[in-house]
T-cell receptor, first 114, second 109 residues
Framework: DGGITQSPKYLFRKEGQNVTLSCEQNLNHDAMYWYRQDPGQGLRLIYYSQIVNDFQKGDIAEGYSVSREKKESFPLTVTSAQKNPTAFYLC?????????????FGDGTRLSIL | AQRVTQPEKLLSVFKGAPVELKCNYSYSGSPELFWYVQYSRQRLQLLLRHISRESIKGFTADLNKGETSFHLKKPFAQEEDSAMYYCALGTYSNYQLIWGAGTKLIIKP
């Protein structure tokens, strides 16, 4: 089944802990994105990557970090500096990193604080 | 600044009634507009995009550049249309999609 796979589905973070959310795609897409989804606020862009070994901050990058060492993988680390990490996190990809292309989404990871 | 506004957080209509979900955007250039849908317990997925001019699941959306709108319409709502709908704006000069806050559509039996 082609597409985007996010894991885990649910994740719990302790105070002071960094956690990493996985995102893998087999669509051969160049661009990948991380969004945060909060009720009533739509999707907010955390980071995006247009090509391997390159990524840019989105609107709410503080407290998050990413890497793009492989085309198919774009993991997101939620660091202890992110004081309000409880949210639903969505990973997406598109054929190219322009806003004119539709994005394909994973099932999401729900992060909660212990 | 580019912006997408979905004025209704919640829209509730009866089955068989017409549905219109509003989307207004602000952008001075040529926009790429999309509607995405998120059904309960399913992933966010593309419903339609303005350049394709398709009708998907009975939904249509017409880009009105004069009114800067891209409203989503369906003549006869079905219960399975209940979902969260997001309008998004893209441009070829920007690497982001700009998202509206979403409208929750509830179809009452």
């Amino acid at each position: 089944d082609g597409g985007i796979t996010q894991s885990p589905k649910y994740l719990f973070r302790k105070e002071g802990q960094n956690v990493t959310l996985s995102c893998e795609q087999n669509l051969n897409h160049d661009a990948m994105y991380w969004y945060r989804q909060d009720p009533g606020q739509g999707l907010r862009l955390i980071y995006y990557s247009q090509i391997v070994n390159d990524f840019q901050k989105g609107d709410i990058a503080e407290g998050y970090s990413v890497s793009r060492e492989k085309k198919e993988s774009f993991p997101l680390t939620v660091t202890s500096a992110q004081k309000n990490p409880t949210a639903f996190y969505l990973c997406a990809s598109s054929t190219s990193g322009t806003g004119g292309q539709p994005q394909h989404f994973g099932d999401g990871t729900r992060l909660s604080i212990l | 600044a580019q912006r997408v506004t979905q004025p209704e957080k919640l829209l509730s209509v009866f089955k068989g009634a017409p549905v219109e979900l509003k989307c207004n955007y602000s952008y001075s250039g040529s926009p790429e507009l999309f509607w995405y849908v998120q059904y309960s317990r399913q992933r966010l997925q593309l419903l339609l995009r303005h350049i394709s001019r398709e009708s998907i699941k009975g939904f249509t959306a017409d880009l009105n550049k004069g009114e800067t709108s891209f409203h989503l319409k369906k003549p006869f709502a079905q219960e399975e249309d209940s979902a969260m709908y997001y309008c998004a704006l893209g441009t070829y000069s920007n690497y982001q999609l700009i998202w509206g806050a979403g409208t929750k559509l509830i179809i009452k039996p």
